[in-house]
């Protein structure tokens, strides 16, 4: 779960979240602002952040429109019943048709909006001076998230078609359950599996404030045997934490950018953060509050992939030429319920942001770091509501910092 208003995995995932940054050109701007300043002008974010945040969002937007229409243009100009054809007209295996269907539409998707990605993770991050990564290491970072996301696809799509075709009638509450094993299993090997193909961790090298971490962690009543330092300042110079992982496999992360950037009371506030998702067990809440919504989503759509399929003149549900129908439903219903999951997403970041008063020495000290964090990523501290309602799993910056100050002198 993140800690920057960007969020950890958050609204940009990975990617977007941590590019780079010249500390050349923000570097002086980060000691001047104060957390007061900002509670007493929510709108002082400067005119660079606001325009930042407005043009990845744009692209954003524009990203998520052309996704719905080229999914609709490919289910209804028939390039879909000719992309089937081609592997039917190979093999009358089913599995094999639809893995081969998935290949191609997942490498044709992600061809086609590689440009766009581009400027939004180089071409904006360097112009704001936010990144330092080389075009080719852009490249092969996209490269793998596209091998990830296909060899996912792949399976979980075979594993749904399987289901839908045995099951006519009940397989929209086997895919919940399945869909939830899946996230839990996810979440379990992000920490030693997926976190390591993307970025470079280390036990934190700087042993007084390991141990100074440990013991608030002790505090905290959460279990941590280390903390780890994940290495984000090749690509950015983002600062985040996060807690990654549920149960043992759980780790906390703090970002190099992030040591550098803040004081050693900030970096124990952020941590005190992190701990507080832990302690207040958000990892599981997350879950079953996904648990709810995957019932209700895969029962809606049983309900309406069958017939709209059939009055599409597809065969069924099950016909591997509605895959992109299939998307349409699920990208339509994740949009519709946004609103909803990013409401309870900043709900249990408030949630940590006061439990972080009541763990730490210097309570302000977490307000000062969010200062820095939201200076240094270029955040928009004053989103407007519809915004904030759509994209903030975080509170934006202006909020935090409000409620933080409002609370942190009657923990004193
Ligand atoms: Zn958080």
Redesign the pocket.
């Known amino acids: 779960?993140?800690?920057s208003p960007c969020?950890?995995f958050g609204r940009d995932r990975t990617r977007a979240a941590w590019a780079e940054a010249h500390p050349t050109d923000s570097g002086g701007r980060f000691t001047t602002s104060t957390a007061n300043e900002i509670a007493a002008d929510p709108k002082r974010a400067s005119n660079r952040a606001k325009r930042y945040s407005k043009s990845k969002l744009t692209v954003g937007v524009v990203k998520l429109a052309l996704g719905f229409v080229f999914l609709l243009a490919f289910l209804l100009s028939g390039a879909s019943e000719k992309l089937y054809g081609l592997f039917h007209g190979v093999t009358d295996n089913y599995h094999l048709d639809l893995s081969g269907y998935l290949l191609v539409f997942s490498t044709v998707y992600y061809l086609l909006f590689l440009p766009l990605d581009f400027y939004s993770d180089v071409t904006l991050e360097r112009r704001y001076g936010l990144s330092n990564q080389t075009t080719a290491g852009w490249l092969a970072r996209s490269a793998k998230e596209w091998g990830l996301s296909t060899l996912l696809v792949v399976g979980v799509l075979n594993l749904l078609y399987a289901v839908i075709r045995n099951l006519p009638d009940w397989w929209w509450l086997v895919a919940a359950i399945g869909w939830f094993v899946l996230l839990v299993l996810i979440s379990k090997i992000t920490p030693a599996v997926i976190v390591p193909l993307f970025y470079k961790t280390v036990p934190l090298k700087d042993h007084e404030l390991a141990d100074r971490l440990l013991a608030l962690a002790g505090r905290c009543g959460v279990r941590v045997k280390r903390v780890f330092e994940i290495k984000l300042s090749r690509e950015t110079n983002k600062a985040n934490a996060?807690?990654v992982g549920l149960g043992h496999q759980r780790r906390i992360l703090i970002g190099d950018t992030l040591l550098t950037l803040c004081s050693d009371d900030e970096i124990e506030a952020v941590f005190a953060?992190?701990l507080?998702?832990v302690a207040l067990h958000?990892p599981w809440k997350l879950l079953a509050g996904g648990a709810a919504s995957f019932v209700l989503g895969f029962y809606l759509l049983y309900l309406v992939l069958g017939p709209s399929s059939v009055a599409l003149g597809f065969q069924g549900p099950a016909d591997i030429a509605t895959v992109p129908l299939l998307m349409l439903w699920i990208a339509g219903f994740g949009f519709l319920s946004k609103p909803l999951q990013t409401a309870y997403s900043r709900r249990?970041?408030k949630q940590?942001?006061l439990f972080t008063l009541d763990k730490v020495e210097k309570p302000e000290t977490l307000a000062s770091a969010l200062t820095k964090l939201a200076d240094r990523n270029l955040a928009d501290p004053t989103p407007s509501r519809i915004v904030e309602t759509l994209f903030y799993t975080?509170p934006p910056i202006a909020k935090r910092i409000a409620y933080i100050v409002n609370a942190a002198p009657q923990q004193r």
């Open positions: 779960m993140g800690f969020g950890w996060a807690v953060h992190e507080g998702h958000h249990l970041e940590a942001d975080h």
